[in-house]
């Protein structure tokens, strides 16, 4: 592609929108028409979602007509970063919002990845050994995708007496399974995930994510005056809110601080017990900042009510559980309630290049009166992108990223904080 001279953030190219009829023959452009583009692509869905709507005036939805069975192509673009684009394969699978204007007509089509409607026309039933990753890879090739599945390898085997049985299940469905039954070495939580994004999908460690580096950094407030340079403008955030810092009951019931599993072997009517404690487990985990989120040390209140859980784990020998419950079941519990807490949203001018699973690093001033230029030590630092809405519209392309952090940049207690300025041990300036 050639170069295009910079003109502003938000710059954006639609490199080809084209719609192909049920019948496989008839094919329109839909660029002059198109009006408004969201593309949804979220850490906790397994598929990428999209609506364009449209104002249609040469008769289109009568020509071809569009009846929920065309294929859907969108290429698009950031311009100045690279040459690179976001290509999605998709379906039409709902039509909406129709009305009529005068000899135009207004509507939206709804847009699911291709690979959702193959996933539904295909099952699995059937008998596999290896590592729950191995048999992600397998159950991932029924779909024929025209992405790649990114795995990081786990640690369980499932072999001779414990192969593990995929009964009757869609691949995405068995993906989704697979990953309450993996487990890492390497990064403890053993929270596993599989969703879609934007370039391929994951099946990896929430975990996993938290010690990637940051693919771009944003600082909340006043940008320097460099408005023409799309390496400062780009980082500025149009939009903050901070929606969540903790939520101390919410942690309590979904078993973040305290837990205990009982396992019963239902052959033997055997019960083992379990127990997960954030204060005195919280550093076998890996974290994206320096510092946990809360005083580990003892000096302040730990909150330590027991929530209890019980599974179905069967021996097949003595000491070798099936399914790896001990290894799985409460971490994966505390870890995800962890990544409840520090929640924000922002909104930034667009970089297809992001993706949910990347990482970003946040600036955040402390609003400091008397130092206008510090920032914040808890909340500043790495954030976790979990949810991205892509937005094209009004002739600019904006990103809505949804960001959770796992950890403070400083460990609590930190030392006695000395006031700034002319200020009376009362706390009152003179």
């Known amino acids: 592609m050639a170069e295009t001279a910079y003109n502003r953030a938000g710059d954006f190219e639609i490199r080809e929108m084209k719609l192909t009829a049920h019948n496989g023959f008839d094919e329109a452009n839909l660029i ?11 850490i906790f869905s397994t598929s990428v979602t999209a609506t364009v709507s449209f104002a249609d005036t040469s008769g289109m939805m009568r020509y071809m007509p569009i009846i929920g069975q065309e294929k859907f192509e969108l290429e698009y673009s950031s311009k100045n970063i690279d040459d690179s684009s976001t290509l999605l394969n998709m379906i039409v699978s709902k039509i909406s919002d129709v009305t009529v204007v005068g000899s135009t007509m207004n509507f939206t089509l709804h847009l699911t990845t291709e690979d959702v409607i193959k996933n539904f026309e295909t099952r699995i039933s059937k008998q596999f050994t290896g590592s729950a990753t191995e ?3 397998k ?25 593990f049985v995929i009964p009757n ?3 995405m469905r068995a993906l989704a399974f697979l990953t309450q039954r993996a487990f890492s070495d390497t990064y403890k939580t053993s929270s596993y995930m599989f969703f879609e994004t934007t370039k391929d999908y994951q099946f990896k460690p929430l975990e996993y994510y938290t010690q990637q580096e940051p693919k ?17 403008s780009n980082k500025q955030i149009i939009n903050y809110s901070f929606d969540s810092a903790f ?3 919410d942690n309590i019931t979904n078993g973040m601080y305290n837990t205990k599993l009982h396992t019963i072997d239902l052959m033997t009517r055997q019960k083992k017990e379990h127990v997960h404690s954030y204060w005195e487990d919280n550093d076998k985990y890996q974290y994206m900042n320096d510092g946990p989120i809360h005083d580990v040390t003892g000096e302040g209140r730990q909150y330590k009510p027991e929530t209890l859980y019980i599974q179905p784990e069967i021996e097949i020998q003595s000491g070798s559980p099936m399914f790896n419950m001990e290894k799985i079941f409460l971490q994966r519990v505390f870890f995800q309630q962890l990544m409840r807490n520090i929640k924000s949203r922002i909104t930034i001018f667009g ?3 992001l993706t949910v699973g990347d990482m970003i690093e946040l600036q955040i001033p402390s609003y400091s009166t008397t130092d206008p230029d510090e920032t914040n030590d808890y909340y500043s630092g790495k954030y976790l992108i979990t949810a991205i809405q892509h937005r094209i519209l009004l002739g600019k392309y904006e990103q809505d990223l949804e960001l959770v952090k796992d950890s403070f940049n400083t ?15 009362s706390g009152r300036a003179k």
């Not at 609590?412 to 200020?423: A, C, I, N, S, W």
């Open 351 to 353: 970089d297809h290049k």
């Open 32 to 42: 002059p028409f198109y009006r408004t583009i969201r593309v949804y692509e979220d």
């Open 247 to 249: 939520s101390v009951i």
């Open 139 to 163: 159950c991932f090739d029924k779909l024929e995708s025209k992405k790649t599945l990114e795995l990081e390898e786990s640690d369980d085997r499932y072999e001779n007496e414990t192969a």
């Open 169 to 171: 299940f869609t691949p």
């Open 135 to 137: 048999i992600a890879q």
């Open 411 to 425: 460990e609590l207690p930190k030392e006695k904080p000395v006031p700034k300025g002319d200020v009376k041990s």
């Open 216 to 232: 771009n950094s944003f600082t909340v407030g006043d940008m320097p005056n460099n408005t023409l340079d799309p390496n400062v």
